[in-house]
């Protein structure tokens, strides 16, 4: 009979941003886990929403727009609502989602995607994208994060594509960096945890930040402690391989490491469920 609490007996920390940590720990305390939330990135509003407005005024002039994540669906279809312009607006032009979870945000706004990769990853996109290699003045608005690669933008531009990318919302370290550094520390020091989860490039390079500064912090106070030990006895999940490339870039390489092989959050679940179910 399958074990239908696999994660029981585990701790899981659980990284994602405050109002997008619920969804992963309920499933994740279903199975069984004790889940710890920590959110080690904070989404803000851009310092100006001027690049923004003047794209959503200039929609009927673009082609495509591409949404590569919920928190941009998010964030510009809410910026819509404060300028009191429909949805529908959006229908004038095609739409390109990365990965079901975005295609999903954009039907909870009535709007539907022309266009999702095999795979939710920016090489799928372009790769798939309709008409590459050759988009010689296809017109792109591409609404994201202040941060994040920008591989699919040089691709884009090197087809002929002209793209516009606009800042929708930041991705920033949280608000009490030094008190999520003294507890992720102690947690980490009392083997508090079995497992983190890691949904983004940007929230691993944020975790590594706060683990150097709290071991920087507990040093002052005469507790010295090595960032490789600290991390011994825990399993990182990654989403997805950018997100692997980033902890192998940021982390200690001898660090244990999950990756889901679906892109999304049940597919991180499955590959927890699957490792610690072998």
């Known amino acids: 009979m399958t074990d239908s609490k696999p994660l029981k007996d585990l701790s899981i920390l659980v990284t994602r941003s405050a109002h997008q940590a619920s969804k992963l720990s309920d499933k994740l305390v279903s199975l069984g886990a004790t889940v710890n939330e920590m959110a080690v990135i904070s989404i803000k509003p851009p310092d100006t929403f001027k690049p923004l407005d003047d794209a959503l005024?200039?929609?009927p002039e673009y082609d495509w727009v591409i949404f590569a994540s919920v928190n941009a669906v998010n964030a510009t279809l809410e910026r819509m609502e404060a300028l009191k312009k429909p949805f529908d607006d959006f229908k004038v032009i095609k739409i390109a989602a990365i990965g079901p979870a975005t295609a999903e945000a954009l039907n909870q706004y009535g709007l539907t995607a022309s266009f999702s990769p095999s795979s939710f990853i920016a090489e799928s996109l372009v790769d798939e994208f309709p008409g590459y290699p050759e988009l010689k003045g296809v017109r792109i608005f591409w609404p994201r994060t202040n941060v994040g690669r920008m591989y699919l933008l040089e691709k884009l531009h090197e087809a002929g594509a002209l793209v516009d990318v606009v800042t929708a919302y930041q991705t920033q370290g949280p608000?009490?960096?030094?008190?999520?550094?003294d507890s992720l520390f102690t947690m980490l020091?009392?083997?508090k945890l079995d497992v983190i989860t890691l949904m983004s490039s940007e929230t691993v390079r944020s975790l590594a930040r706060l683990i150097q500064m709290g071991i920087e912090r507990q040093a002052k106070l005469g507790k010295p402690a090595?960032?490789?030990?600290?991390?011994?006895k825990v399993t990182l999940a990654v989403i997805g391989p950018e997100t692997g490339l980033a902890?192998?870039?940021?982390?200690?390489?001898a660090v244990k490491t999950i990756e889901a092989t679906t892109f999304t959050t049940d597919g991180l679940i499955k590959a927890i469920s699957d490792h610690f179910s072998h």
């Open 57 to 59: 005024y200039s929609l």
């Open 175 to 181: 608000d009490d960096p030094e008190s999520k550094s």
């Open 189 to 191: 020091s009392n083997d």
């Open 226 to 232: 090595d960032f490789a030990q600290l991390l011994s």
């Open 247 to 253: 902890a192998r870039k940021a982390l200690p390489a």
